[in-house]
C-alpha cells in the first residue's frame, strides 16, 4: 500500500526520547510472481516479499535481528547511512564483514542520527536484486529545520524486476563460448512492491501539501516520476536537504532518491493520476518494452472522475538535476587535497568474458579476509594499499583530506555510482569520449554553485565525465561502486581504506563477527590473502 503520515504524528514522534527500535528479518527464499507474469524463486523477509518498509526517528537506534534461512551467506547495507564509528556494522559482504553463514544469525545495531529517505537491501551475492530490499525512512528529529513545512507524506518506491536472476543473466555475459553479446532482458517496474499495473491510490487532500518520497531500488534501470498538473518541488537528495527547487518531475537512477513538495487542488471536483516510466537509455528501444510506462490514482474524492492531463513532451519536461541544486544547510565547496582518477570501463577477456573495471583491476570480492578486518589488524601496513590485495582495487586516504574523485565514462552506457560512509558534493559535469558514435554531440561542460548539492549516489552518463568531492572524516573501509549490480558484478567498484591509524585507535570489531568468519574456514586478521606482511600467496589470479 502507499503509506501517509500526518504531520502531526511526526512531530509527536520527533518529540519522544530516543529509543530503540527492534525489527527481525528472517530471510529466506519465497516463490513470486511479482510482475504478474513470472513466477520464480526469490529473496523475501519473513515469507513476505515485498519487504515491509522500516520506519524510525532521527537520534533512535535500529535493532536488525537477522536470522539467515537461504542456503548462502547473507548480509544487509543501511545505503546512505554512514555508520559514524561503527564501519563493521556497514555490511557489505567481504568489506566489511564476512557474510551471516545458513542458519546463523547476527544483530545489526545502526544508531541513527540522519534523517531522510534511505533504504537497506542485501550487499552480499547481489541478494538486492532477488527481493532483499526496503525503504528506510527516518523522520526528522527537528520537524520546523526541514526546507519546506508539509501536512502529509507518501512514499513511492520503484523497483524493475526481471524474469531471470542475475546469477542467470551475468552467466550469460560471461559466457566464454559465445563471443556476441546476450540479447538485452526487459524487466517490469514494480511500485510499491507490486505490479507497477496494479498499484494502489495516493490519497490527498485538497490544499494540503504533501511530502513524496520516492526511491529507486531497482538494479539496473531508471525511472522518471511525475504528477500531470502538480508541481515539484524537492527538497531532499539522498538523505540530504537542498533549497526548495520546482520541477515537473523526478529523474532517479538505481539507489537514488528524491523528497518532492506537492502542493494538492484546491478541490476534490476530479481526481489526478500519477506516471511512473520505466527506462534505459543504453539498451535498444522496444514497443512496450523500453520505456515501460505505468500510472496509478491520485485520489482526492472516491469516484470523482479522472482529470487526464496531457504530460509535456519528456524533452520540454524540466527534470531533477542535481548539479543544479543547491544545498541547504550552505556548505561551501571544498578545496581538493588529492584527485582520484577512475574510469568506467568495459573490456573483454581472452576468453570472450566481459569485465568491467573502474581504478586499476576489475574489484573480485574478497575471498579470504574481510577488507575491514585487515585494515584493524596490520598495523602500520594497513596504510599501504598493497596488502589488501589487487583485487580489491584499495586506495587509501587520510584523515582529513577532501578526495575528489573524477570519473570518466568513454562509452555508451550509464552508470549510477555509490559510495559507502559519505555524502559528497556534486561539482562538475563535462564531455568525454565520441559521443558522435551515438548520434549524440558532445555534452556542455556543468559546474555546480557556491554550494553544490551533496548525495550518497550520482549517475555518469554516456561519454562524460562526473567529478564529486568528499572530506575524509569517517574512519573506515567504504566501497565505491557502480549501483547496477550486473555492472557491480562484472568489476565496477573500488575500495577506500580510510584513515587506517585511526580507525585502529577509535574502532573495534564484535567478536561475533570475528567467529562468523572462523565458522566459514575465512580469516579474521592478516592481509587480504590472510597472510602477515606482504605475501598475498593464495589470492585468485587476476583477471585477463
Avoid at 581472452?350 to 575491514?372: D, R
Avoid at 567504504?478 to 577509535?506: S, Y
Wanted: proline residues 8%; charged residues 15%.
Amino acid at each position: 500500500m502507499l503509506f501517509s503520515h500526518c504531520i502531526a504524528l511526526l512531530v509527536c514522534l520527533a518529540s519522544c526520547q530516543a529509543k530503540r527500535v527492534v525489527v527481525d528479518w528472517n530471510i529466506g527464499y519465497v516463490t513470486a510472481s511479482r510482475d504478474g507474469y513470472v513466477t520464480r524463486k526469490s529473496i523475501g523477509v519473513n515469507g513476505k516479499l515485498p519487504v515491509p518498509p522500516v520506519h524510525i526517528t532521527q537520534g533512535d537506534t535500529l535493532v536488525l535481528n537477522v536470522v539467515n534461512s537461504l542456503d548462502q551467506p547473507t548480509s544487509v547495507h543501511a545505503h546512505g547511512i554512514f555508520q559514524r564509528g561503527t564501519s563493521y556494522m556497514d555490511g557489505a559482504g567481504m568489506v566489511t564483514q564476512c557474510g551471516i553463514p545458513p542458519g546463523a544469525n547476527f544483530t545489526y545495531e545502526y544508531a541513527i542520527n540522519q534523517s531522510g529517505t534511505y533504504w537497506i537491501h542485501g550487499h552480499y551475492n547481489h541478494q538486492n536484486s532477488e527481493g532483499l530490499r526496503t525503504p528506510l525512512i527516518v523522520y526528522d528529529k527537528d520537524m520546523d529545520k526541514l526546507p519546506m513545512k508539509y501536512d502529509e507524506e507518501a512514499l513511492i518506491y520503484l523497483e524493475d524486476w526481471y524474469a531471470a536472476p542475475l546469477e542467470e543473466r551475468t552467466k550469460e555475459i560471461w559466457n566464454p563460448t559465445d563471443p556476441t553479446s546476450p540479447p538485452p532482458p526487459y524487466p517490469s517496474g514494480l511500485i510499491n512492491g507490486i505490479n507497477g499495473n496494479v498499484t494502489q491510490v495516493v490519497n490527498m487532500e485538497p490544499g494540503k501539501k504533501y511530502r513524496f518520497r520516492v526511491l529507486n531500488m531497482g538494479t539496473e534501470e531508471w525511472f522518471k516520476f511525475s504528477i500531470p498538473g502538480h508541481k515539484m518541488t524537492v527538497i531532499e537528495a539522498d538523505g540530504e536537504y537542498s533549497d526548495p527547487m520546482t520541477v515537473d518531475g523526478l529523474d532517479i537512477g538505481p539507489g537514488q532518491r528524491y523528497s518532492a513538495i506537492v502542493q494538492a487542488m484546491d478541490s476534490a471536483e476530479y481526481n489526478y493520476i500519477f506516471n511512473a516510466m520505466l527506462y534505459s537509455d543504453f539498451i535498444p528501444a522496444a514497443p512496450g518494452l523500453n520505456p515501460r510506462y505505468y500510472t496509478g490514482l491520485i485520489q482526492y474524492k472516491a469516484g470523482a472522475p479522472i482529470k487526464l492531463i496531457e504530460p509535456k513532451a519528456d524533452s520540454k519536461m524540466e527534470w531533477t538535476q542535481d548539479i543544479k541544486m543547491q544545498a541547504y544547510d550552505r556548505m561551501p565547496l571544498l578545496n581538493v587535497s588529492r584527485t582520484v582518477n577512475t574510469v568506467a570501463g568495459l573490456s573483454l577477456l581472452s576468453e570472450n568474458q566481459a569485465q568491467m573495471i573502474l581504478h586499476q583491476h576489475p574489484y573480485m570480492m574478497p575471498s579470504k579476509v574481510p577488507t575491514l578486518f585487515s585494515a584493524m589488524s596490520m598495523g602500520e601496513l594497513a596504510a599501504d594499499g598493497a596488502i589488501y590485495g589487487p583485487q580489491t582495487d584499495a586506495v587509501v586516504i587520510n584523515k582529513g583530506e577532501v578526495i575528489e574523485i573524477l570519473l570518466t565514462n568513454e562509452g555508451p552506457l550509464y552508470h549510477t555510482m555509490h559510495l559507502h560512509g559519505h555524502s559528497f558534493q556534486v561539482t562538475e559535469y563535462g564531455p568525454a569520449g565520441n559521443s558522435s558514435l551515438i548520434g549524440k554531440p558532445p555534452a556542455p561542460v556543468v559546474r555546480s554553485g557556491p554550494y553544490p548539492m551533496r548525495r550518497d549516489t550520482f549517475v555518469v552518463p554516456a561519454f562524460q565525465y562526473a567529478r564529486i568531492r568528499f572530506l575524509a572524516d569517517n574512519p573506515g573501509v567504504w566501497l565505491f561502486h557502480c549501483h547496477m549490480d550486473i555492472h557491480f558484478a562484472l568489476g565496477m567498484a573500488m575500495t577506500f581504506i580510510e584513515a587506517p591509524k585511526e580507525l585502529q585507535k577509535t574502532q573495534h570489531i564484535p567478536q561475533t563477527l570475528k567467529q562468523m568468519c572462523l565458522a566459514q574456514g575465512l580469516g579474521a586478521s592478516g592481509n587480504g590473502a590472510g597472510n602477515q606482511g606482504l605475501d598475498l600467496t593464495g589470492l585468485p589470479a587476476l583477471s585477463e
